[in-house]
């Protein structure tokens, strides 16, 4: 592979790489990301590879990462010469064959499209790709536009910019849309202190959860004492319900290496680590492909760009333990120790990774620094809440229509999140509250809805940005499980170092237990708080000091519902087994049997036609009877 | 010398002092249990626990990992301390129910049980203040005992709880556990810890059996000094 040592060579590759993006005559994307390939985005690939060799069409076939919209994937994607790029939603491989046929007459008669794009940004670049010459086909007019789907709308992309877009195993295609050419500006024409104060200027803080400005930490582990520093990206990504950072590793690995290769120019470090849970396979194997490119093209290892700056980055896989995502944990686990955290007191940008100066700043945070270098702090720094700068990416997941991966501005209200974005609840049922930051956030009621989505407001009201979960509730989740659900989640996952956690979480995870059980008991809740805050203030690291959290904020914003659990022994949203009955309403029930014939523990009797009764004894509380009937006759209190 | 004051006293301590140490050289008590003075400090514990105060911002540190700084205001006793720490005896009653030390420790700070805890049965009087551990890896160098398991299932114990190869029976895990939790016997020749049997030696001079022998064998190892001169018990060197 050549070499890229100067501005030339990184524009000869882009060359390559738009025609690798845009090749002329008709051109097929998949979406190939985890989210692509768990709806049967292979079987896909397969058969439009079949179909179009059977056919012997000179059709191109790629493969890409995740658009975000998982909710309609498996996605295709068609680009021809000239005509607005046409978005394929829950393809199948028994469609296919209509596919093509529609691309060879060129009409959309069979299957339609789900968008069009006539136009994209090549954010790094400042630039926009114009698919059409600002004319758009008759038969296309009616498919709505990229920007008119109410999904992408109020969406910005800059750490998810190329997901989606780009083929990830492919670095021209990367240099094609921009990438690269902040490296280049930084290496060669600005200072380490002018790149940090560019970072500064950005307000860029740390996506990981904590939200500490990247460019203060940058500054700290530059002057930080030791010849021998390094940078290490944070992919251990374990939070229930998010995958923000897998998304970005596995759809444009090569962001985060130019963000983390400026990082280490930025803070005098020779070499990097990513570390990434072993349970992201394809992240890990395009990470891996990507740095071998951009090695093998010079732009990690010795003398990048032709200046004095080596660089190079290693990858180390997880083992699976929630708390290897916290700073001091990762670092014992990259060590080779167990990953258990130590105290903090001395920071890590000082002492961290075998003693050295460390900065360890997580995915999405590295995704956005070449896009920053490129386009400028104050221009990333313009977006956004004051405060709280750029965008964040979040999975938005629960009971939302559409699920999948946003990148939107920070400060949006909640509401424009859950209603505009993700499309509202399913089933017309009410929003009931949405969990942010994890297990480690909170959740943020109903009633907040207008409050603005960044660090500080997340904040305030007792929640978290966290990594950027945001788990959506309807009016049938119970608050109380969902606060056991968590604290059963990080009572595996504390390490056992301290007391506080260890012991502590257990307990409060005993209690709700009881709880959810019907065996709560009065002074309960008061117990649960007064834990709260010595758990909180008493652990070792953030996994302990932010574990109760869930607790605490159900409480404080459903306390009725812990009250109604432990007084009146009732699940108002009828979850919790022990507290709920099922009941046949016999003046609904019209005896059609169905609901008997599914029971699996048999305990609904009838004669045909009549109502049918159930058996309190033996009924297991499934709730597979109510599913099942048609009249709504069957009710749960 | 750095100056501070810790509950309302002033204070000056050397560069480096942990709060706890400071604390206690000037008469102010503070509860601990797993700083142990010839091991290095983890912190797991948390009953040392101080709320640290630098102007606006305030934060509960240990005090046995927390340095002396310039003007912090250091408070021992407040209600925010003692809520910690009421917590973590109250946590550690409920593991090791059966632990004079941690009765004994709850009963001089005046903490009752939690009766909301259900005791636990299976933990023996281990409260995870890794000591042991440490005084093996980092004073006797073998590391014959680790950790295993994660949260409430952590052990402590040698390798898959098999005997160990290279634990050399000298008891200073046993000598350094806050609650004697590890059991060490000996009788006249053997000594018995970690589920192996370990021969002892008799002193040269007056025929005490006084260490083991594999303990004396690495001793000469590590030290170059030969075993025969080891073989004098330390009241006869």
Redesign the interface.
Known sequence: MKKINTLDDLKKAGDKGLKSLFPGGVKITVGMATSGIASGAGEVYEALSAEIKKRKLPYILAKTGSMGMDCIEPLVDIIEKDKPRLAYGKMTAAKVPQLIDQIIKGDIDAIKPVYRVDEEDVIAKREKKHYTKGMVPEYLKGIPTFNEVPFYKKQIKIATRNCGIIDPENIEEYIARGGYLALQKALTSLSPEAVIEEVIKSGLRGRGGGGFPAGIKWQSCRSAHGDIKYVICNGDEGDPGAYMDRSVMEGDPHTVIEGMIIGAYAIGAQEGFIYVRNEYPLAVANLTKAIEEARSRGLLGKNIFGTNFSFDIKISKGAGAFVCGESTALMASLEGKAGEPRAKYIHTVEHGLWDRPSNLNNVETWANVPVIIARSGKWFSEIGAPHSTGTKVFSLVGKINNIGLVEVPMGIPLKDIIFDVGGGIPGGRKFKAVQTGGPSGGCIPASMMDLSVDFDALWEAGSMMGSGGMIVMDEKTCMVDLARYFIEFLVSESCGKCTPCREGIRRMNDMLHDICAGKGREGDVELLESMAKGIVDGSLCALGGSAPNPVLSTIKYFRDEYDAHIKQKKCPAGVCRALIRYEIDAKKCTGCGVCAKKCPSACITGEKKKAHKINQKKCIKCGICMESCKFDAITVA | MVNFIIDGKKISAEKGTMVLEAARANGIDIPSLCAHEAVSR??????C?VEAKKGKRSK???SC???VEEGIIIETKNE?VL??R???IQ??L??CPESEVIRDLAKELGIEP?P???PDKDKGKC??C?SCVRVCEEIVGVSAIG?S??????VVGTPFQENSAVCIGCGACAFVCPTGHIQMTTTEDTRKIWDRTFKMKKCDVCGRYFAPEDQLQYISKKTGVPLKELAVCTDCR
């Open positions: 983890s912190g797991a514990c948390r009953l626990v509960i540190v240990t990992l927390y340095p925010r809520n910690v009421r917590l973590v946590l550690l409920a593991r939690e909301r805890f259900v409260i995870l890794r950790f398991g994660r949260g409430a299932n952590k």
